[in-house]
């Protein structure tokens, strides 16, 4: 379980929420709803542990453990993974040592350059990425869909257990959107949790909602129960 409780949050001496409180049990899928502004991506750094975003209320446990007092590559291992509303480009860091180095701390491995490869390219191959990205600088120059890409990719091969997506669906033209959709949607099981941050309900068709949050001005003023969910699921949102 990933238990928020009245969570309070500031960044650059701006309150950014306020009094938030949510659950998320393992193997539901949750959805945060908000309009610009209203505090999602300051959630999701917050509980990834961005040090911009200072918690000065609240807490917030992984299974009953404290993870406020970890650094991201700690609340990482312990199987919290942040899908970025924008992903970083990182200059000098080739997508395949990064691959490496992440998938050996998350399962406390050494898997050499040799052995690594074996591991990450039938992976690449079902996920249609060609194996020359191994060999660019991270995100350097990748279009907004292959950045999805790997991100699906690093899904597969740390299997978080609470997976947090901040708006993937923005900036994809549609048949773009429909397969990183797709790709999530087969990424979803039984032992997952995805927290959908969106404002834009077209992935809700993908993936089973059983809670919906709203997010207004940095607090939840409404929580929609899996009815409601499956109404905007089958309907839309009003649109
Ligand atoms: N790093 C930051 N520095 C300054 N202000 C920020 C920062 N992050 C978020 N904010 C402010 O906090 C509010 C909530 O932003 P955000 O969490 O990004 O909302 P959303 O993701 O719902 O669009 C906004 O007013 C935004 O300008
Ligand atoms: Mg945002």
């Given at each position: 379980m990933l238990d928020i409780q009245d969570l309070k949050v500031s960044v650059e001496q701006k309150?950014?929420?306020?009094?938030v409180s949510l659950q998320c049990a393992p193997g539901q899928n949750y959805c945060i709803l908000g309009k610009n502004g209203s505090g999602k991506s300051s959630l999701a750094m917050t509980v990834m542990g961005h040090p911009s975003y200072e918690v000065s209320g609240g807490t917030i446990t992984l299974d009953g453990e404290d993870?406020?007092?970890?650094e991201p590559d700690e609340r990482a291992q312990a199987g919290i993974f942040l899908a970025f509303q924008s992903i970083p480009e990182v200059k000098g860091v080739k997508l395949f040592e990064f691959l490496r180095t992440i998938y050996n701390a998350r399962w406390e491995k050494k898997e050499s350059f040799v052995s690594f490869k074996k591991i990450i390219i039938p992976h690449m191959e079902e996920l249609g990425i060609?194996?020359?990205?191994?060999?660019?600088?991270?995100?350097?120059?990748?279009?907004g869909w292959e950045r999805r890409k790997i991100e699906i990719l690093q899904l597969k091969i740390l299997e978080p257990k609470y997976i947090l997506l901040d708006?993937?669906?923005?900036?994809?033209?549609v048949d773009a959107f429909r397969s990183v959709a797709t790709l999530l949607q087969q990424v979803n099981n039984d032992d997952n949790t995805f927290i959908v941050i969106t404002h834009?309900?077209?992935i809700l068709e993908y993936l089973e909602i059983d809670k919906v949050y709203v997010l207004q001005d940095g607090q939840i003023v409404r929580e929609w129960g899996k009815e409601v969910a499956d109404e905007i699921q089958a309907e839309g949102f009003g649109e």
């Open positions: 309150e950014v929420l306020q009094w993870i406020l007092e970890m060609d194996k020359e990205f191994l060999w660019r600088d991270l995100n350097v120059w990748f279009s708006e993937v669906d923005s900036g994809l033209d834009y309900f077209a």
